[in-house]
């Protein structure tokens, strides 16, 4: 396969985070097939609806989040790919350093799909989180 498609699948990770970061959860069928399923330690969830609706349960008024990737990994199969990711999660008040943050595995399979690569599964595992005090 092409490296065309290996960096669109890794920008889905980027894509991922600034629709995470700016809330922008309706927006989540631009990273998501309409039948994804996602795992994370906080459950399992069915369909585009339900990951939408969770997004939009989790936010807390005044908290922000900073979702950065890295160490991407794309392992291409026709029309499918198995991608994995490091995932650094900061959470934080404009203008105050992160009183929580988390560091994730998340691992993918994307299908090609007429809009462009989407995440069709993923499973966000935790490797560790720190609080702070405020």
Not at 33 to 44: L, N, Q, Y
Not at 58 to 74: A, C, K, Y
Request: with cysteine; charged share 30%.
């Amino acid at each position: 396969m092409s490296t065309a498609d290996r960096l669109e699948i890794a920008d889905l990770f980027a894509r991922l985070a600034n629709m995470l970061d700016e809330c922008r959860h309706d927006d989540a069928g631009d990273v998501y097939t309409p039948d994804v399923v996602a795992r994370s330690p906080r459950g399992e969830l069915h369909g585009l609806d339900e990951v939408t609706a969770f997004l939009k349960r989790s936010e807390v008024p005044g908290v922000r989040t900073q979702h950065v990737h890295g160490d991407v990994l794309v392992d291409l199969d026709g029309d499918r790919a198995k991608a994995t990711a490091n995932q650094l999660v900061c959470f934080f008040r404009d203008g105050e350093p992160p009183h929580r943050s988390s560091g994730l595995r998340v691992t993918c399979a994307a299908v090609r799909t007429p809009a462009g690569w989407r995440f069709g599964e993923m499973t966000a595992a935790l490797a560790w989180t720190r609080e702070e005090k405020c």
